[in-house]
């Protein structure tokens, strides 16, 4: 199947700061997604995006389908970005999403 | 819309019993995803249907776990007998054909 990574598995930064989030995937897909994870286990879609950018307020992402990856950019964070941000794949685009293992991102004030 | 209804949030049961996990999801959605999130192997796909049909339950476990779904708008996962491994955060998600997924609250489940 599909493989996905994702990188770096942790980061702490301190608030204000900018950060990257990086998916790599080994197939090509007809859905990708973005997911926070928040606190409360609570998984929330961020972006539906197979190729492309996209934004919305501080965040945005980018997926350069042809060469396998998606990069999610956080900017001016704050302690309420604190979660787990997961990539989700899906080559066939109407079948399960298969997860990376995500980012455990901390935000300290 | 209310999105997608998990019950219960959390289940606390003891070995060997028999656990059902409910889902409701977004209405006119035509697909829906069980999936099982735990420590060692994260976020993995159970089986997932298309208009009220099993397409993939090659994730489910084994024969303890059942899932159905008489209805577009109700679907049940059972566990029985339940095993202590089973402990997981179970989550239900929907969509409508190849678009966003969008995920339930999850029920949190203890075997004791």
């Known amino acids: 199947g599909i493989q996905v990574e994702q990188s770096p598995p942790d980061l702490i930064l301190q608030e204000g700061a900018n950060s990257t989030l990086r998916c790599n995937f080994s197939?090509?897909?007809?859905?990708l997604q973005w997911f926070h994870q928040n606190p409360w286990g609570q998984l929330i879609n961020l972006f539906y995006i197979p190729s492309g950018t996209k934004q919305n307020g501080r965040l945005s992402a980018t997926t350069v389908a042809t060469e396998r990856y998606s990069l999610l950019y956080i900017s001016s964070s704050q302690t309420t970005d604190s979660g787990v941000y997961f990539c989700a794949v899906d080559p066939g685009g109407a079948d399960g999403l298969t997860f990376g293992k995500g980012t455990h991102l901390i935000i300290q004030p | 819309d209310a999105g997608v209804i998990q019950s219960p949030r959390h289940e606390v049961t003891e070995m060997g019993q028999e656990v059902t996990l409910r889902c409701k999801p977004i209405s006119g959605h035509d697909y829906l995803f069980w999936y099982r999130q735990t420590m060692m192997r994260g976020l993995e796909l159970l089986i997932y249907f298309n208009n009220n049909v099993p397409i993939d339950d090659s994730g489910m476990p084994e024969d303890r776990f059942s899932a159905k779904m008489p209805n577009a708008s109700f679907s049940t996962l059972k566990i029985q007998p339940s095993e202590p491994r089973d402990s997981a955060v179970y989550f239900c998600?929907?969509?409508?054909?190849?678009?966003?997924?969008?995920f339930g609250s999850g029920t949190r489940l203890t075997v004791v």
């Open positions: 197939d090509s897909v007809n859905n």
């Open positions: 998600a929907s969509s409508l054909a190849t678009g966003v997924r969008t």
